[in-house]
């Protein structure tokens, strides 16, 4: 069974910082797009940040130059470094990944989400 499993959120001041990870396994054949998803309490889910196969990456406007998204293809992980941490990035971060899994005798490309972690910046 291919799942994607999140660690490192917790409490951190404002300014402070903090590391996400996030690990795919199982039956894993390649994997894609890598991205980190968040989502707030009463608002919908946004993107964060994407990074390809190749090592491009993509961010949103509101944590450009303060997160960057990494990945260990080797490791199939996917890292998000958070820095200059405000209060209004508080919420649940997802990580979402596009695979190549393999099932039975054939691969099959889908999404997986992984559970969710939560980040609180406060003081």
């Known amino acids: 069974q291919v799942q994607l499993v999140e660690s490192g959120g917790g409490l951190v001041q404002p300014g402070g910082s903090l590391r996400l990870s996030c690990a795919a396994s199982g039956s894993i054949f390649s994997i894609n797009d890598m991205r980190w998803y968040r989502q707030a309490p009463g608002k919908q889910r946004e993107l964060v940040a994407t990074i390809t196969n190749g090592g491009s990456t993509n961010y949103a406007d509101s944590v450009k130059g303060r997160f960057t998204i990494s990945r260990d293809n080797a490791k199939n992980t996917v890292y998000l470094q958070m820095n200059s941490l405000k209060p209004e990035d508080t919420a649940v971060y997802y990580c979402?990944?596009?695979?190549?899994?393999?099932?039975?005798?054939?691969?099959?490309?889908?999404?997986?989400w992984g559970q969710g972690t939560q980040v609180t910046v406060s003081s």
């Open positions: 979402n990944a596009d695979l190549w899994v393999v099932v039975a005798t054939t691969q099959v490309y889908r999404g997986y």
